[in-house]
Protein backbone atom coordinates (compact mmCIF):
# COMPACT_ATOMS: atom_id res chain seq x y z
CA UNK A 1 0.00 0.00 0.00
CA UNK A 2 1.42 3.80 -0.92
CA UNK A 3 1.61 5.44 2.41
CA UNK A 4 0.90 8.90 2.29
CA UNK A 5 1.32 12.31 3.81
CA UNK A 6 -1.38 14.65 6.04
CA UNK A 7 -0.77 18.14 5.25
CA UNK A 8 -2.89 20.78 7.40
CA UNK A 9 -2.08 24.55 5.67
CA UNK A 10 -3.39 27.88 7.60
CA UNK A 11 -6.50 25.41 8.78
CA UNK A 12 -8.95 28.03 10.80
CA UNK A 13 -12.50 26.33 11.93
CA UNK A 14 -15.01 27.83 14.19
CA UNK A 15 -18.00 26.79 16.01
CA UNK A 16 -20.53 29.76 15.65
CA UNK A 17 -18.69 32.77 16.65
CA UNK A 18 -15.99 30.63 18.63
CA UNK A 19 -12.62 29.88 16.62
CA UNK A 20 -11.61 26.48 17.27
CA UNK A 21 -8.69 25.79 15.39
CA UNK A 22 -6.44 28.84 14.69
CA UNK A 23 -4.28 28.76 11.49
CA UNK A 24 -3.06 24.65 11.86
CA UNK A 25 -0.13 23.85 9.71
CA UNK A 26 1.62 20.61 9.99
CA UNK A 27 2.92 17.84 7.60
CA UNK A 28 2.87 14.63 8.73
CA UNK A 29 5.25 12.30 6.93
CA UNK A 30 4.17 9.00 5.06
CA UNK A 31 4.19 6.57 7.44
CA UNK A 32 4.42 8.43 10.53
CA UNK A 33 2.73 7.79 13.95
CA UNK A 34 1.64 11.13 14.68
CA UNK A 35 0.18 12.38 18.26
CA UNK A 36 -2.13 15.26 18.51
CA UNK A 37 -1.58 16.17 22.56
CA UNK A 38 -3.15 18.98 24.42
CA UNK A 39 -5.53 19.21 27.52
CA UNK A 40 -9.53 19.06 27.23
CA UNK A 41 -10.82 22.12 24.77
CA UNK A 42 -7.83 22.39 22.78
CA UNK A 43 -9.27 20.99 19.56
CA UNK A 44 -7.45 17.63 18.67
CA UNK A 45 -10.67 15.74 17.99
CA UNK A 46 -11.94 19.15 15.93
CA UNK A 47 -8.94 18.68 14.37
CA UNK A 48 -9.35 14.61 13.69
CA UNK A 49 -12.69 14.81 12.76
CA UNK A 50 -11.53 17.60 10.29
CA UNK A 51 -8.84 15.27 8.58
CA UNK A 52 -11.92 12.97 8.64
CA UNK A 53 -14.39 14.74 7.06
CA UNK A 54 -16.87 15.47 9.39
CA UNK A 55 -15.95 18.67 10.18
CA UNK A 56 -15.81 21.47 7.89
CA UNK A 57 -12.84 24.22 7.79
CA UNK A 58 -13.83 27.62 6.75
CA UNK A 59 -10.31 28.49 5.37
CA UNK A 60 -6.91 26.52 4.56
CA UNK A 61 -6.14 23.85 2.73
CA UNK A 62 -6.09 19.67 3.97
CA UNK A 63 -4.27 17.99 1.40
CA UNK A 64 -3.36 14.16 1.55
CA UNK A 65 -0.61 13.10 -0.49
CA UNK A 66 -0.40 16.34 -2.22
CA UNK A 67 -3.97 16.74 -3.43
CA UNK A 68 -6.36 19.06 -1.37
CA UNK A 69 -9.41 16.94 -0.12
CA UNK A 70 -11.37 20.03 1.66
CA UNK A 71 -13.94 19.07 -0.25
CA UNK A 72 -14.16 15.80 -1.14
CA UNK A 73 -17.12 14.17 1.33
CA UNK A 74 -15.75 11.55 4.45
CA UNK A 75 -16.76 8.14 2.71
CA UNK A 76 -14.33 9.26 -0.62
CA UNK A 77 -11.41 10.37 1.39
CA UNK A 78 -9.78 6.44 1.96
CA UNK A 79 -9.55 7.70 5.81
CA UNK A 80 -10.64 5.13 8.41
CA UNK A 81 -11.46 6.73 12.00
CA UNK A 82 -11.41 4.49 15.49
CA UNK A 83 -13.91 6.62 18.26
CA UNK A 84 -13.04 6.86 21.69
CA UNK A 85 -16.51 4.58 22.19
CA UNK A 86 -15.24 2.25 19.41
CA UNK A 87 -19.15 2.55 18.11
CA UNK A 88 -19.52 -1.17 17.44
CA UNK A 89 -23.01 -2.43 16.43
CA UNK A 90 -23.91 -4.45 19.52
CA UNK A 91 -26.78 -6.86 17.95
CA UNK A 92 -23.41 -7.86 14.97
CA UNK A 93 -21.58 -10.54 15.58
CA UNK A 94 -17.11 -9.57 15.72
CA UNK A 95 -17.49 -11.14 12.01
CA UNK A 96 -20.34 -8.75 10.56
CA UNK A 97 -18.85 -5.34 12.77
CA UNK A 98 -15.53 -6.30 10.69
CA UNK A 99 -17.44 -7.17 7.24
CA UNK A 100 -19.72 -4.39 7.23
CA UNK A 101 -17.78 -1.29 5.34
CA UNK A 102 -16.94 -3.90 2.81
CA UNK A 103 -20.86 -5.15 2.31
CA UNK A 104 -21.47 -1.38 2.21
CA UNK A 105 -18.99 -1.32 -0.39
CA UNK A 106 -20.30 -3.80 -2.47
CA UNK A 107 -17.69 -6.33 -2.12
CA UNK A 108 -17.87 -10.01 -3.64
CA UNK A 109 -18.57 -12.72 -0.71
CA UNK A 110 -14.65 -13.94 -1.39
CA UNK A 111 -13.37 -10.64 -0.93
CA UNK A 112 -15.21 -10.15 2.37
CA UNK A 113 -13.96 -13.91 3.46
CA UNK A 114 -10.23 -12.99 2.77
CA UNK A 115 -10.15 -9.47 4.12
CA UNK A 116 -12.13 -10.18 7.24
CA UNK A 117 -10.44 -13.07 8.26
CA UNK A 118 -7.05 -11.03 7.35
CA UNK A 119 -8.03 -7.90 9.37
CA UNK A 120 -9.16 -10.54 12.42
CA UNK A 121 -6.12 -12.20 12.42
CA UNK A 122 -4.03 -8.84 12.20
CA UNK A 123 -5.07 -8.27 15.62
CA UNK A 124 -5.51 -11.46 16.79
CA UNK A 125 -9.05 -12.07 17.74
CA UNK A 126 -9.83 -15.00 14.86
CA UNK A 127 -11.26 -17.29 17.10
CA UNK A 128 -14.00 -14.96 18.70
CA UNK A 129 -15.07 -14.01 15.40
CA UNK A 130 -18.84 -15.19 16.54
CA UNK A 131 -18.92 -13.03 19.81
CA UNK A 132 -21.18 -10.22 20.09
CA UNK A 133 -19.48 -7.35 21.29
CA UNK A 134 -20.90 -7.22 24.75
CA UNK A 135 -18.92 -10.91 25.33
CA UNK A 136 -15.24 -9.32 24.75
CA UNK A 137 -13.36 -7.36 26.89
CA UNK A 138 -12.34 -3.76 26.95
CA UNK A 139 -8.79 -4.34 24.74
CA UNK A 140 -10.50 -6.82 22.54
CA UNK A 141 -13.45 -4.50 21.50
CA UNK A 142 -10.96 -1.87 21.09
CA UNK A 143 -9.23 -4.56 18.51
CA UNK A 144 -12.54 -5.21 16.56
CA UNK A 145 -12.88 -1.71 16.07
CA UNK A 146 -9.59 -1.28 14.36
CA UNK A 147 -9.85 -4.64 12.92
CA UNK A 148 -13.11 -3.13 11.23
CA UNK A 149 -11.11 0.15 10.99
CA UNK A 150 -8.07 -1.35 8.89
CA UNK A 151 -10.36 -4.00 6.76
CA UNK A 152 -11.35 -1.42 4.35
CA UNK A 153 -7.75 -0.48 3.88
CA UNK A 154 -7.71 3.12 4.39
CA UNK A 155 -4.56 5.46 3.23
CA UNK A 156 -4.78 7.19 6.63
CA UNK A 157 -5.95 5.95 10.07
CA UNK A 158 -7.29 8.16 12.27
CA UNK A 159 -7.44 7.06 16.60
CA UNK A 160 -9.15 9.41 19.04
CA UNK A 161 -8.14 8.25 22.72
CA UNK A 162 -8.06 4.92 21.68
CA UNK A 163 -6.88 3.80 24.32
CA UNK A 164 -9.10 6.06 27.51
CA UNK A 165 -11.66 3.48 27.64
CA UNK A 166 -9.20 0.49 28.85
CA UNK A 167 -8.01 0.38 32.38
CA UNK A 168 -4.05 1.12 33.48
CA UNK A 169 -2.58 -2.17 32.67
CA UNK A 170 -4.37 -2.59 29.44
CA UNK A 171 -3.50 0.50 28.54
CA UNK A 172 0.22 0.16 28.33
CA UNK A 173 -0.10 -3.51 26.91
CA UNK A 174 -2.38 -1.94 23.63
CA UNK A 175 -0.32 0.99 23.07
CA UNK A 176 2.37 -1.48 22.58
CA UNK A 177 0.42 -3.75 20.16
CA UNK A 178 -1.51 -0.65 18.01
CA UNK A 179 2.54 0.53 17.71
CA UNK A 180 3.47 -3.09 16.25
CA UNK A 181 0.32 -2.62 14.30
CA UNK A 182 0.80 0.46 12.96
CA UNK A 183 4.64 -0.60 12.15
CA UNK A 184 3.55 -3.71 10.26
CA UNK A 185 0.63 -2.25 7.80
CA UNK A 186 2.92 1.38 7.85
CA UNK A 187 -0.10 3.25 7.41
CA UNK A 188 0.25 7.39 8.23
CA UNK A 189 -1.46 7.09 11.95
CA UNK A 190 -2.59 10.37 13.65
CA UNK A 191 -3.91 9.70 16.73
CA UNK A 192 -5.31 12.22 19.95
CA UNK A 193 -4.48 12.44 23.39
CA UNK A 194 -4.14 14.16 26.42
CA UNK A 195 -2.02 11.77 28.10
CA UNK A 196 1.86 12.61 27.60
CA UNK A 197 3.21 9.56 28.46
CA UNK A 198 1.00 7.63 26.24
CA UNK A 199 2.29 10.00 23.10
CA UNK A 200 5.84 10.02 24.32
CA UNK A 201 6.36 5.87 24.38
CA UNK A 202 4.46 5.65 20.97
CA UNK A 203 4.58 8.67 18.65
CA UNK A 204 7.26 9.18 16.06
CA UNK A 205 6.62 12.72 16.19
CA UNK A 206 3.64 14.72 18.19
CA UNK A 207 1.74 18.27 17.82
CA UNK A 208 1.54 20.07 21.50
CA UNK A 209 -2.31 21.79 21.00
CA UNK A 210 -3.45 24.43 23.52
CA UNK A 211 -6.58 26.40 22.89
CA UNK A 212 -6.50 25.93 19.24
CA UNK A 213 -3.14 26.82 18.48
CA UNK A 214 -0.20 24.56 17.94
CA UNK A 215 2.25 25.06 19.95
CA UNK A 216 5.08 22.96 18.83
CA UNK A 217 5.79 20.17 16.63
CA UNK A 218 8.21 17.48 17.09
CA UNK A 219 9.62 14.16 18.28
CA UNK A 220 8.73 13.39 21.80
CA UNK A 221 12.64 13.94 22.91
CA UNK A 222 12.46 17.43 20.90
CA UNK A 223 9.69 18.10 22.75
CA UNK A 224 10.98 17.56 25.94
CA UNK A 225 14.44 18.88 25.71
CA UNK A 226 13.48 21.85 23.82
CA UNK A 227 10.39 23.16 24.54
CA UNK A 228 9.51 26.39 22.66
CA UNK A 229 7.34 28.03 25.33
CA UNK A 230 6.01 27.84 28.99
CA UNK A 231 3.20 25.84 28.23
CA UNK A 232 4.85 22.89 26.11
CA UNK A 233 7.56 23.03 28.76
CA UNK A 234 5.04 21.99 31.67
CA UNK A 235 2.63 19.95 29.65
CA UNK A 236 5.66 17.40 28.40
CA UNK A 237 7.23 16.51 31.70
CA UNK A 238 7.42 18.69 34.73
CA UNK A 239 9.78 21.81 35.07
CA UNK A 240 11.12 24.32 37.16
CA UNK A 241 10.63 27.58 36.29
CA UNK A 242 11.74 30.74 37.59
CA UNK A 243 10.52 33.73 35.80
CA UNK A 244 13.03 37.32 36.02
CA UNK A 245 14.14 39.61 34.03
CA UNK A 246 17.17 40.21 31.82
CA UNK A 247 19.51 43.32 33.57
CA UNK A 248 22.54 42.57 30.86
CA UNK A 249 23.26 41.07 27.97
CA UNK A 250 26.15 40.33 26.06
CA UNK A 251 27.52 37.49 23.34
CA UNK A 252 27.07 34.43 24.27
CA UNK A 253 26.34 35.19 28.37
CA UNK A 254 22.96 36.91 30.25
CA UNK A 255 22.21 38.10 33.60
CA UNK A 256 19.03 37.27 34.28
CA UNK A 257 16.73 38.85 38.08
CA UNK A 258 14.97 36.15 38.65
CA UNK A 259 11.96 37.49 40.77
CA UNK A 260 12.53 36.87 44.66
CA UNK A 261 16.11 35.04 44.34
CA UNK A 262 18.33 37.68 42.51
CA UNK A 263 20.83 37.79 39.61
CA UNK A 264 21.91 34.60 37.93
CA UNK A 265 24.46 34.51 35.37
CA UNK A 266 23.36 32.58 32.41
CA UNK A 267 25.37 31.67 28.83
CA UNK A 268 22.94 31.89 26.29
CA UNK A 269 22.20 29.72 23.18
CA UNK A 270 20.69 30.31 19.60
CA UNK A 271 17.26 29.82 20.37
CA UNK A 272 17.18 32.33 23.47
CA UNK A 273 14.69 34.70 23.31
CA UNK A 274 15.56 38.11 22.60
CA UNK A 275 12.69 38.97 25.38
CA UNK A 276 13.83 41.04 28.52
CA UNK A 277 10.62 38.89 30.68
CA UNK A 278 12.37 35.15 30.98
CA UNK A 279 12.23 31.88 32.31
CA UNK A 280 14.88 29.96 33.77
CA UNK A 281 13.90 26.17 33.24
CA UNK A 282 15.10 23.04 34.06
CA UNK A 283 13.97 19.99 34.72
CA UNK A 284 13.76 18.37 38.86
CA UNK A 285 16.15 15.54 37.68
CA UNK A 286 18.80 17.90 36.30
CA UNK A 287 19.54 19.72 39.37
CA UNK A 288 22.22 18.13 41.62
CA UNK A 289 21.45 19.06 45.70
CA UNK A 290 24.38 19.14 48.31
CA UNK A 291 25.09 19.62 51.96
CA UNK A 292 25.62 23.53 52.17
CA UNK A 293 29.38 24.13 52.68
CA UNK A 294 30.34 20.86 50.64
CA UNK A 295 32.61 21.85 47.89
CA UNK A 296 31.49 22.82 45.05
CA UNK A 297 31.80 21.91 41.09
CA UNK A 298 32.23 25.22 39.25
CA UNK A 299 30.98 23.65 35.89
CA UNK A 300 27.57 24.09 37.66
CA UNK A 301 25.62 27.21 38.73
CA UNK A 302 24.99 27.20 42.55
CA UNK A 303 21.65 28.26 44.14
CA UNK A 304 21.60 28.97 48.02
CA UNK A 305 18.56 26.51 49.80
CA UNK A 306 16.98 24.96 52.43
CA UNK A 307 14.92 21.54 52.34
CA UNK A 308 11.48 22.10 52.90
CA UNK A 309 9.84 18.41 51.90
CA UNK A 310 11.01 15.27 51.17
CA UNK A 311 9.65 11.98 49.42
CA UNK A 312 11.49 8.89 49.29
CA UNK A 313 10.00 6.80 45.95
CA UNK A 314 12.51 4.25 45.86
CA UNK A 315 14.32 5.39 42.81
CA UNK A 316 14.49 8.22 43.51
CA UNK A 317 13.90 11.07 46.25
CA UNK A 318 11.59 14.39 45.25
CA UNK A 319 12.96 17.22 46.94
CA UNK A 320 11.09 20.58 47.31
CA UNK A 321 13.99 22.85 48.00
CA UNK A 322 12.98 26.74 48.70
CA UNK A 323 15.45 29.14 46.81
CA UNK A 324 14.99 33.20 47.91
CA UNK A 325 11.20 33.59 48.03
CA UNK A 326 11.00 30.52 45.05
CA UNK A 327 10.38 26.94 44.60
CA UNK A 328 12.63 24.24 43.35
CA UNK A 329 12.00 20.35 42.70
CA UNK A 330 14.50 18.57 42.93
CA UNK A 331 14.65 14.48 41.46
CA UNK A 332 17.95 13.12 43.21
CA UNK A 333 18.31 8.58 42.08
CA UNK A 334 18.54 6.83 45.02
CA UNK A 335 21.07 4.16 45.88
CA UNK A 336 21.23 1.95 49.18
CA UNK A 337 23.26 3.42 51.71
CA UNK A 338 22.68 7.04 50.14
CA UNK A 339 21.22 9.43 53.27
CA UNK A 340 18.06 11.35 52.75
CA UNK A 341 17.82 15.26 53.27
CA UNK A 342 15.44 15.82 55.87
CA UNK A 343 13.38 19.52 56.31
CA UNK A 344 14.75 22.01 57.48
CA UNK A 345 18.32 21.43 56.17
CA UNK A 346 20.64 24.03 53.96
CA UNK A 347 21.90 22.60 50.68
CA UNK A 348 23.60 24.32 47.71
CA UNK A 349 21.30 23.63 44.26
CA UNK A 350 23.33 23.12 41.67
CA UNK A 351 22.28 23.51 37.71
CA UNK A 352 24.16 22.57 34.97
CA UNK A 353 24.19 25.09 32.29
CA UNK A 354 23.91 22.78 29.57
CA UNK A 355 20.63 21.62 30.86
CA UNK A 356 18.53 24.80 31.39
CA UNK A 357 16.52 26.32 29.02
CA UNK A 358 14.98 29.84 28.73
CA UNK A 359 12.28 30.65 27.96
CA UNK A 360 9.87 33.52 26.94
CA UNK A 361 7.35 35.00 29.84
N1 LIG B 1 -20.21 20.83 18.23
C1 LIG B 1 -19.64 21.84 18.86
N2 LIG B 1 -20.22 23.05 18.94
C2 LIG B 1 -19.63 24.09 19.56
N3 LIG B 1 -18.42 24.01 20.17
C3 LIG B 1 -17.78 22.84 20.14
C4 LIG B 1 -18.35 21.69 19.49
N4 LIG B 1 -17.46 20.65 19.63
C5 LIG B 1 -16.41 21.14 20.33
N5 LIG B 1 -16.60 22.44 20.63
C6 LIG B 1 -15.64 23.31 21.34
O1 LIG B 1 -14.46 23.34 20.60
C7 LIG B 1 -13.31 23.35 21.44
C8 LIG B 1 -12.38 22.19 21.06
O2 LIG B 1 -13.04 20.98 21.37
P1 LIG B 1 -12.40 19.56 21.06
O3 LIG B 1 -13.40 18.50 21.38
O4 LIG B 1 -11.81 19.57 19.71
O5 LIG B 1 -11.23 19.53 22.13
P2 LIG B 1 -10.31 18.30 22.56
O6 LIG B 1 -8.92 18.86 22.64
O7 LIG B 1 -10.50 17.15 21.66
O8 LIG B 1 -10.85 18.02 24.00
P3 LIG B 1 -11.18 16.59 24.74
O9 LIG B 1 -9.84 16.01 25.07
O10 LIG B 1 -11.93 17.04 25.96
O11 LIG B 1 -11.99 15.79 23.78
C9 LIG B 1 -13.82 23.30 22.86
O12 LIG B 1 -13.82 24.58 23.38
C10 LIG B 1 -15.24 22.77 22.70
O13 LIG B 1 -16.06 23.26 23.71
Same mark, same amino acid.
Given at each position: ?181 ? /??? &??? $??? #????? +????? *? @? ?44 ? /??? &??? $??? #????? +????? *? @? ?92
Amino acid at each position: MKKVSVECRNIRMSYGKTEVLKDINITIEPGEFFALLGPSGSGKSTLLRLIAGFNQHQSGQLLVDGQDISHVPPHKRNIGMVFQSYALWPHMTVWDNVAFGLVERRASREDIRQKVTQALETVGLLHLAKRRPNELSGGQQQRVALARTIVIEPQVLLLDEPLSNLDKNLRVQMRQELLSLQ /RRL &GIT $TIF #VTHDQ +EEAMT *T @ADRMAVMDQGVVQQVGSPSTLYDFPVNRFVADFVGTMNMLPGQVTR /REA &GQL $TLA #VDGLG +EVDLP *T @AVDTPEHNALVLSFRPHSVVIQPEGDQIDRRYLWLPGIVERSEFLGEFTRYEVRVGEQKVTADQSHFAGLSIFPPGVGVSVGLEPSQVRLLPQ
